[in-house]
């Protein structure tokens, strides 16, 4: 019998990572994020939006994940690169060197000059499994999609995480071009 390397599928739409900074210029000094929806402990959808400003346009309503975190990420969509007018390199999460946006919130704005990215499609998984599969943190595999709008994804990202399960996060877009939902389980080609 030959084992399947699997995984479990997570969609991410557009979102912002805020740092304390950011959160105290965009919703006021102290202010404390609310939750909406638990993503997985301890990362969850808060109440909390911004609205993203490039040079060409804006887009409103970008759901912010908490908790805070040491740096200031907006993770956007392939086609919002042409709604706002910038060029955001497709990246692992938590690079630099990345597109600049302006962020508004209720209270204030910010301008940075790195800031959005294309989050990359990868794979976490512990690194027991990683070394059970024979994978390498950061090697690039390909992932096998079935069903009628079935396609192979390579260049995906193996990442190192204490995870119950390998889960394989790709964005929206990605989705829709492959017919994926969450949960839905992929086939890790080798
Ligand atoms: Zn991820």
Redesign the pocket.
């Known amino acids: 019998m030959t084992m399947k390397k699997t995984a479990v599928v ?1 969609l ?1 739409n557009r979102h912002v990572h805020l740092n304390r900074e950011a959160l105290d210029i965009l919703y006021g000094e102290g202010y404390e994020l609310t939750e909406k929806k638990k993503l997985g402990f301890p990362i969850f959808a808060a109440n909390e939006t911004v609205t993203l400003a490039g040079p060409k346009g804006e887009i409103s309503n970008v759901r912010i994940l908490g908790p805070l975190r040491p740096y200031v990420q907006a993770e956007i969509l392939k086609a919002d690169n042409y709604v706002l007018g910038i060029d955001a390199p497709v990246k692992i ?1 938590g690079s630099l060197d990345l597109a600049p946006l302006t962020l508004i919130g209720p209270k204030g704005e910010m301008h940075l000059d790195s800031v959005a990215l294309i ?1 990359k499609r ?1 794979i ?1 998984m512990t690194d027991e499994q990683a070394a059970a599969w024979g994978f390498e943190k950061g090697q690039n595999v390909s992932v096998k999609i079935g069903g009628e709008r079935g396609l192979i994804f390579e260049n995906t990202a193996v ?1 190192f ?1 204490e995870i119950p399960e390998p ?1 394989l ?1 790709v964005d929206i877009e990605e989705g829709n071009a492959s017919g994926l939902k969450n949960l839905d389980v992929v086939e890790i080609l080798a």
């Open positions: 997570l991410s999460s989050a990868h976490h990442v995480t889960t996060h």
